[in-house]
C-alpha cells in the first residue's frame, strides 16, 4: 500500500517537495565518497532550482532572510552530484563534494560536538581559524 504523501516518480524535484509553512525544506549535505555528515541547512524553491540549475550548493539563510551559496564568502564550496528527496518529501539528501571545511566554526564537519555522561565534548579539531576563513568578507 502506498502512502498518499509519498512523491510519485517521475515528478520533478521541486513539484514533489513539501515545503513547510516558512516555504522552506532541510537539507542534509554529506560528503559523497565518506558518507561522513557536513551540514544541515535549510532551502527554499529558488535555493533548490539554483542548486540544480548551477551544480553548486545554494541555501537560505533564515536569520538574514537572503538566498546564499555555499563558499560565496569563505571560498570553501560544494559541488552538488546528487539530491535525494526523503520517502514524505519534506526533506532533501545533499551529496556533495566538499572543497575545505564545511563549519563557518573551521572544521570540516557541523557535527563536532559529541554527549556524553550528559556533558557536551568537542570530538573534531578545528581545521582553519573562522578569522582566518573569514578575513576580510
Request: hydrophobic share 40%.
Amino acid at each position: 500500500m502506498s502512502d498518499a504523501r509519498e512523491p510519485k516518480a517521475g515528478t520533478a524535484l521541486v513539484d514533489a517537495i513539501v515545503f513547510d509553512e516558512d516555504g522552506l525544506v532541510p537539507a542534509v549535505v554529506q560528503q559523497h565518497d565518506t558518507g561522513q555528515v557536513l551540514m544541515l541547512a535549510w532551502m527554499n524553491r529558488e535555493a533548490v532550482e539554483q542548486t540544480m540549475a548551477k551544480g553548486d550548493a545554494h541555501f537560505f539563510s533564515r536569520s538574514r532572510q537572503a538566498q546564499w551559496r555555499k563558499g560565496e564568502r569563505s571560498g570553501q564550496t560544494q559541488r552538488v552530484l546528487e539530491i535525494r528527496l526523503d520517502c514524505d518529501g519534506d526533506a532533501l539528501l545533499l551529496s556533495v563534494d566538499q572543497t575545505g571545511v564545511a563549519c563557518h566554526t573551521g572544521r570540516l564537519s557541523c557535527w563536532f560536538n559529541t554527549v556524553r555522561d550528559n556533558v557536551i565534548q568537542v570530538m573534531m579539531p578545528q581545521d582553519i581559524d573562522p578569522a582566518v576563513l573569514y578575513q576580510g568578507k
